[in-house]
């Protein structure tokens, strides 16, 4: 289920920090063929869909291009790694809160309660042997 409110988010605007929080493909509450579109696209077109949100935001004078922070958790958290990486002068901070930081990891280990999700995880993130 698709939630738009957000603790995090409303703790930090309550503290004057502007927050964009992304939808970039692969999100869910926006259809099958939009969250299919994030399909294989881990560090790739989901990322730059954030460092376009990122620029969007700079461009209209919402946000300092000397002070971007990238926070995420689980994919968030990947992506917040993945941002300090691919686009490092982008952010002056970064918090990965639980994130996924190693992708073979992720599948290896994944719980016994998630094991009727391994295909959609191999369709989402890859298959490490394919």
Known sequence: MYRAFRQSVQFLANRGFA???MNFRGSTGYGRKFLESGYGQWGLSMQDDIT????WAINR????P?????????YGGYATLMGI?????????A?????????FTILEKMPPYWEHMREMMYAKIGHPTK
């Open 52 to 55: 376009d949100g990122v620029h």
């Open 95 to 103: 918090v990965d809160y639980v994130g996924v930081s190693n992708l």
């Open 85 to 93: 990486v691919k686009t490092p002068d982008l952010y002056a901070a």
């Open 66 to 74: 000397n002070r971007i922070a990238i926070y995420g958790v689980s």
């Open 19 to 21: 927050v964009l929080k």
């Open 61 to 64: 004078g919402i946000a300092d």
